[in-house]
């Protein structure tokens, strides 16, 4: 486990999901005042200091976080279940995405199309490998194919977040094949 892999989980869970978790907000683009944020993740009772947070931003496996220029503010890249406009660029996809899932959900996605149920998009990547482990985050992994060329044609709009995950509102049947 990297170093500071717990208090990251925990920044995650703020930036994304509960800011209330550290008592602080978000402004509507999902940004967060730096100075606010460590004042209130070290009231939670966790050590973190700036230079933590920066070297937490720089470590992150999958770039989750951004500063703004001036290091006053930060943000997750994506992955929010509260509504924040994080200025996501609308991008033309590659003809083909993936996502990974977990087997027992399939029927169900089969039925009703892929749903952003918790976050604000459902998730996609460009590569197999990436949507595997997606995948087994949530049980015996799945990967389907998403006709993401066939989609845009069809005006569905793509987005491409700061770390490179592309994210769309929801997925239709006719669009995925399974792997
Ligand atoms: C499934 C991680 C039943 C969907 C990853 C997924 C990703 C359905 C689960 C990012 C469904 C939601 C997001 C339907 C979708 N019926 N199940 N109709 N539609 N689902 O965690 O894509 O480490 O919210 O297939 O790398 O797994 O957090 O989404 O299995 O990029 O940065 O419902 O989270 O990044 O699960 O993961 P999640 P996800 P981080």
């Known amino acids: 486990?990297?170093?500071?892999?717990k208090l990251s989980k925990f920044i995650s869970?703020?930036?994304?999901?509960?800011?209330?978790?550290?008592n602080i907000a978000l402004d509507e683009h999902g940004w967060a005042d730096v100075e606010e944020l460590l004042a209130g993740v070290s009231?939670?009772?966790?050590?973190?200091?700036?230079?933590?947070?920066?070297?937490i931003v720089a470590s992150d496996g999958k770039q989750?976080?951004?500063?703004?220029?001036?290091?006053?503010?930060?943000?997750?890249n994506q992955g929010h279940s509260i509504p924040v406009d994080v200025e996501l660029k609308e991008c033309q996809p590659p003809?083909?995405?993936?996502?990974?899932?977990?087997?027992?959900?399939?029927?169900?996605?089969?039925q009703e199309g892929l749903k952003p149920m918790?976050?604000?998009?459902?998730?996609?990547?460009?590569d197999v490998e990436t949507a595997v482990k997606v995948g087994?985050?949530?049980?015996?992994?799945?990967?389907?194919?998403?006709h993401s060329g066939e989609m845009s044609r069809d005006k569905h709009k793509f987005y491409l977040s700061e770390n490179g995950v592309w994210l769309t509102k929801?997925?239709?049947?006719?669009?995925?094949?399974?792997l």
């Open 1 to 5: 486990m990297a170093k500071f892999d």
């Open 13 to 22: 869970l703020v930036l994304r999901h509960n800011p209330g978790a550290a």
């Open 43 to 55: 009231q939670t009772g966790r050590k973190i200091d700036l230079e933590i947070l920066k070297e």
């Open 64 to 76: 989750r976080y951004s500063f703004n220029e001036d290091m006053t503010r930060i943000r997750a």
């Open 95 to 110: 003809e083909f995405l993936y996502h990974g899932t977990a087997s027992r959900f399939y029927a169900s996605i089969q």
């Open 118 to 126: 918790g976050r604000l998009y459902v998730h996609l990547s460009s």
């Open 136 to 146: 087994k985050r949530h049980g015996v992994p799945v990967v389907l194919k998403i």
């Open 170 to 178: 929801e997925v239709q049947g006719k669009y995925m094949e399974k």
